[in-house]
């Protein structure tokens, strides 16, 4: 088992060539070994569930993965938790053809709800994903990291999504070196922290939910309270975009001025700036906004710090 640590960046798909130039630049300038441009992956992902839904409800997702006439059977589960990153538990194994194996999963400790395996005759393509990836190998304060660009769509029986993003994958050191390498990037192109993965895409087509954070049981522990507040705000800036709906600007401007209050005085004062600017962004025609907002560099970066920060604090 490997576990897979990622900071995903939501970008829109005007930016994606200026977020290429600024990987290719810092690969083409560098002179440090294993620094450099990978070929460019065409990917076909097919996920697997019940009717019911047994593994996503177990917090796990099961698929196959094609990528140049190979097949690859991986399973995710929903692993430790990160402020604002994606940490899970990942198995992979190769296949000989594009049919599941069931039986390698006596390497994963599955979830009590799944050992007795009688789901797996229940099994159907709930949704897949079809994306071209492009890769670099990046390497930035001692920190070793595989950056990749997708840009596609989820697609199931229910409708479609758009997957347009950057993952910055941890291979080797800390990843304050994953933080302080995106706000290099931020201060480049305009992306945004995102904690939806898509497997979560691909589930989100069906029930038509947006799926937010727990609150946390102790609200008295500002850290815990601050981390939630912050997801909050990720999670509406996605669906605003998801949803192409300009009216969850307030619930995000309320979980902005609720992470404020937890926050210290500088960090704090980003967001002030910040909300300020926006105020001044709602001013613009509606039809627009949307667009507008996708352009501003600030956004990220008060993600990214806030985000840098919080992680600090929690581990």
């Known amino acids: 088992m490997a576990t897979e640590l990622e900071l995903k960046l939501m970008v829109q798909s005007e930016y994606l060539k200026s977020a290429s130039d600024f990987l290719d630049g810092i690969c083409r300038l560098s002179d440090t070994d294993g620094q450099s441009r990978q070929p460019t992956l065409t990917l076909m992902n097919a996920y697997f569930d019940t009717e019911e839904a047994s ?50 999963l006596k390497e994963v400790p599955l979830p009590e709800s799944l050992q007795n395996m009688s789901w797996g005759s229940k099994l159907i393509e709930v949704y897949r994903t079809d994306f071209e990836r492009q890769v670099w190998n990046i390497v930035a304060s001692e920190t070793k990291m595989e950056v990749v660009c997708d840009q596609g769509l989820v697609t199931s029986p229910y409708g479609e999504d758009s997957i347009c993003e950057l993952e910055l994958e941890l291979k080797d050191g ?22 939806v993965s898509k497997a979560q895409k691909g589930v989100r087509l069906k029930y038509g939910q947006i799926e937010f954070p727990k609150k946390p049981l102790n609200t008295t522990n ?52 910040l909300d300020n600017e926006l105020e001044q962004r709602l001013l613009e025609e509606e039809s627009l906004l949307l667009g507008s907002l996708a352009g501003m560099k600030s956004v990220g970066l008060a993600m990214l710090r806030v985000g840098q920060w919080l992680n600090r604090q929690a581990f």
């Open 55 to 104: 593994l996503m409800q177990a917090g796990m997702a099961l698929r196959i993965r094609a990528v140049n006439d190979q097949f690859i059977q991986t399973v995710k589960t929903r692993g430790s938790s990160r402020v604002g990153m994606h940490a899970r538990g990942e198995w992979e194994w190769f296949l000989p053809n594009d049919q599941l194996d069931l039986s390698l």
């Open 174 to 195: 800390s990843e304050v070196g994953l933080y302080d390498f995106a706000l290099q990037l931020a201060e480049h192109v305009p992306v945004q922290v995102s904690i």
């Open 222 to 273: 500002e850290i815990e309270l601050a981390a939630y507040w912050f997801e909050m705000w990720l999670v509406y800036w996605e669906a605003m975009y998801f949803m192409k709906d300009e009216a969850l600007m307030q619930p995000l401007r309320h979980s902005m001025s609720q992470l404020k209050v937890c926050l210290p005085r500088e960090m704090a004062h980003i967001l002030d700036s």
